[in-house]
């Protein structure tokens, strides 16, 4: 990955909930994710990738102050200048995955 870069955070009382950092999108049991508020996630790579598939699912580090569902409707855009961007799809429903141990 070259680049990744996100619009404003989402904050409660002065703690950020999902700060943007990419490793942070590696958890299995969504406790840490990238949350921002009525804004973008940008993740600019070094070539041109292909991609089959991708999996989103809602954060759920702290329901209280930022629900699952808080996702839903966001969309999938894709570029190679970032001045023309074309759709992909959208995220209609994102679910709460439980964790049991």
């Given at each position: 990955?070259?680049?990744?870069?996100?619009?404003?955070?989402y904050?409660?009382?002065?703690?950020?909930?999902?700060?943007?950092?990419?490793?942070?999108?590696?958890?299995?049991?969504?406790?840490?994710?990238?949350?921002v508020?009525?804004?973008?996630?940008?993740?600019?790579?070094?070539?041109?990738?292909?991609?089959?598939?991708?999996?989103?699912?809602?954060?759920?580090?702290d329901?209280?102050?930022?629900?699952?569902?808080?996702?839903?409707?966001?969309?999938?855009?894709?570029?190679?200048?970032?001045?023309?961007?074309?759709?992909?799809?959208?995220?209609?429903?994102?679910?709460?995955?439980?964790?049991r141990?």
């Open positions: 990955m070259k680049s990744f870069e996100s619009s404003t955070l904050s409660v009382k002065g703690k950020t909930y999902a700060p943007p950092h990419v490793d942070n999108l590696n958890d299995y049991y969504l406790k840490t994710g990238i949350c508020e009525k804004g973008w996630i940008l993740f600019e790579f070094v070539f041109e990738l292909f991609f089959n598939e991708i999996e989103i699912s809602g954060f759920i580090g329901s209280t102050n930022w629900p699952s569902i808080w996702g839903n409707g966001a969309k999938v855009l894709t570029s190679r200048d970032k001045i023309n961007w074309h759709r992909l799809g959208q995220f209609l429903i994102l679910l709460e995955l439980i964790y141990e």
